[in-house]
Every structure is written in C-alpha cells, then in structure tokens.
C-alpha cells in the first residue's frame, strides 16, 4: 500500500507534515489547494477512515497511524475557532 506525506499549512501560518497509509488521501486534496477549515476536516476524516479501512481490508486490522493522524487534526483544528483566516493549504503530497 503506498504510503503518503502532505505538507499542510494551518491558519496561523505553522507547517505540519501529516501522514496517509495509502495513496487514497490524493483524491481529496491537491497540492496548492486550499480548504476551508470545516471542509479540511472533514475530506481529512473521510480520506483517513478510507485509507484506516484499507489496511483493514488487507491486514485485518485498522491502521492506529491514520486514525492518530486524524485524531491530530481535529484536535489541532479545534485551535483556531476565531482565528481571522481559516484556510488550510495543502503544500504537497509525496509517496513514501
């Protein structure tokens, strides 16, 4: 299954690297694109859900790195509820 990297970039202008099990995450964000934060998280909770239920598929078990990323992400989100800017950029996507 290949793996993924996607740079983001949160409202305040801080960089994260955030990690996918499988190339699914390509099909809900692009690199340059950005999202409004609502919108951001939830592709991000539909993309990892997928990519966690893959690895269930093929390993028999969920994958604990796409729901702890996911889990970052909604923690992190809950950060910025007044923050003047709520966009999320995604950077890039690279396979690991």
């Given at each position: 299954m290949p793996e993924?990297?996607?740079?983001?970039?949160?409202?305040?202008?801080?960089?994260?690297?955030?990690?996918?099990?499988?190339?699914?995450?390509?099909?809900?964000?692009?690199?340059?694109e950005s999202y409004d934060l609502e919108e951001f998280v939830a592709r991000s909770r539909q993309a990892?859900?997928?990519?966690?239920d893959r690895v269930q598929q093929k390993y028999g078990h969920?994958?604990?790195?796409?729901?702890?990323?996911?889990?970052?992400?909604q923690e992190k989100a809950n950060h910025y509820p007044n923050h003047p800017s709520q966009q999320v950029k995604v950077v890039y996507l690279k396979a690991i």
């Open positions: 993924v990297q996607f740079e983001i970039v949160w409202p305040d202008g801080e960089s994260e690297v955030c990690y996918s099990p499988s190339s699914v995450i390509q099909t809900y964000f692009y690199a340059g990892l859900t997928t990519a966690s969920p994958c604990r790195l796409a729901l702890a990323q996911l889990q970052a992400i």
